[in-house]
């Protein structure tokens, strides 16, 4: 008789800790201010709020899979090609943030290659379409990259969909408020 497989425990596990480093350790040792800030009477998304909001998401999907999925019959073992997964998924999360963190800069230099009076990357960070340009880029190629590992195929489909998708979370985020620099900007 085969052994049970323990991987959805596992992993379940493995969200909970992480999520809770990220909530509270990782966030208090890298944000300013907290969840929500009031200053001079006005309430303003702080620097922690993001970060704590996908926490708390990964927490949810770690006790869903202890308390519903831990004992499920069709459970994977976990194998070197899980493995191999991870590391391909890391990359394409590395590649993406890198992109995203440089791509605006790149362009503001390639762009500096034909004014007489050169820009200023962080001058232009909170100006549309500069704030927008590494965010966008970065994204796409998260979005396609990690549908493209799931389905081991890069379609126009995939692309067309993490361009929406990217669009769709520009608007999200950047429109409704005034004083949010979407990623990478305020570190640039």
Known sequence: MPEKSRSNLLL???????????????????????????????????????PSIAGLFILIGGFVLITFERNTRKQPNIMASNFKFIIRTLSILFLSLLIMRY?????????????????EYRLLRDTIPWKHIGYFIGGVVLIAGLIAQVESRLSVVSVGVAILATIILILIYDFPFDDLLLPPNGDV
């Open 103 to 119: 791509s605006g800069p790149f362009l503001v230099a390639a762009v500096n290659m034909t004014l007489i009076e050169p820009l």
């Open 12 to 50: 379940g596990l493995a969200c909970i800790v992480f999520s809770l480093v990220v909530v509270f350790i990782w966030i208090p040792l890298d944000t300013d201010s907290g969840i929500i800030e009031k200053v001079r009477r006005r309430l303003t998304i702080g620097d922690a709020m993001a």
